[in-house]
Each structure stands twice: as structure tokens, then as C-alpha cells.
């Protein structure tokens, strides 16, 4: 399969990139997508890892996900024995929602530059939105206790990246 790379120069979680795989998958591993970075070593986003990484962070979170910008779920999964609050549908047009915000603030990012995370709080839960390049987000719920701040700043201090 030929791949087609998008000049970028985007930052992910501070890793400068110079191009990221405009392809669908790069690997057999539905899990992965390749990224090259500023040395031209490709990279692998794995999305398991990004999903162990972030759950080690806080007993408090309470659910991780990972999709593409037009909300495709690319990896979804809870805590054992959390028990989620809205049903199928309502979980899928609340990231709806979500993305929809992202890319309508990422409209002012020339202005004001790009977003680093969203925070929503609700009586029940706290929805944190971070992008992971300009082609996913990263949508993780926490318990409404959870400390955010530390849970973001972990996020932002984990490799998500693995080598080539």
C-alpha cells in the first residue's frame, strides 16, 4: 500500500513532528499508526499503550478513549467494574460533541494558537479532550474528584510515542 505523508510540523505532547501518515493503517496492527519525526525514523502510536499509560495515572479515571478526527472510535475501553452512565448512543454523541468543539476552537488557533486539552465538568464525571496531533483526540472521563490538573499534566509526561 503507498503512503501518502502530510507535511504537518506539528507538536504532539511536546515531540516536534515534521509529517504525519495520511494513510489509513500502516501497520497490519489496527492499534498503531506510524508517525515519522524530525530525524525521519518512524514511529509507532500505539494506541494500547496510550490507554495503559493513561489508566496507570489515577484510579480515578474512569474511561479512555482514542478517535480520529471525524469521532471514529479507534480504541474505547473503561475501568473494570466501572459502570457507564449513558448508553451506547448517548456515549457516542457525547464524543461527537466533543470533537465537534475541538475542531470549532481549532478554527481560532491561528489567532490564539493551538489547544493543549478541554476540561468539562459535570455533577457526575470530568471530561478532559487532548489532541493527540492534529488527526486525534484523546477523550478520558475521570470521577468528579479526580485531581485533573495531575491527570493532564501526566498525560503531557507520557511517552506516547514508541520507537521505531
Not at 479515571?61 to 473503561?78: A, N, P, Q, W
Request: with cysteine; aromatic share 4%; glycine share 6%.
Amino acid at each position: 500500500m503507498a503512503q501518502s505523508y502530510r507535511t504537518s510540523g506539528d507538536v504532539l505532547l511536546g515531540i516536534k513532528l515534521t509529517a504525519l501518515v495520511a494513510s489509513d493503517l500502516c501497520t497490519n496492527d489496527n492499534n498503531k499508526r506510524l508517525l515519522q519525526s524530525d530525524d525521519n525514523i518512524c514511529q509507532q502510536l500505539n494506541f494500547d499503550r496510550i490507554f495503559r499509560e493513561v489508566m496507570k495515572l489515577d484510579p480515578q479515571i474512569r474511561l479512555v478513549t482514542i478517535c480520529d478526527m471525524d469521532g471514529k472510535i479507534l480504541l474505547s475501553h473503561h475501568r473494570p467494574g466501572v459502570v457507564n452512565l449513558l448508553t451506547p448512543e448517548e456515549s457516542r454523541e457525547s464524543l461527537e460533541m466533543a470533537v465537534k468543539g475541538w475542531k470549532t476552537r481549532s478554527e481560532l488557533a491561528p489567532k490564539i494558537g493551538k489547544g493543549k486539552y478541554v476540561l468539562a465538568e459535570y455533577e457526575k464525571i470530568k471530561r478532559i479532550t487532548i489532541p493527540l496531533g492534529d488527526d486525534h483526540l484523546l477523550y478520558v472521563t475521570t470521577e468528579v474528584s479526580a485531581d485533573h490538573a495531575s491527570i493532564i499534566k501526566g498525560i503531557s509526561k507520557t511517552p506516547l510515542i514508541i520507537g521505531p
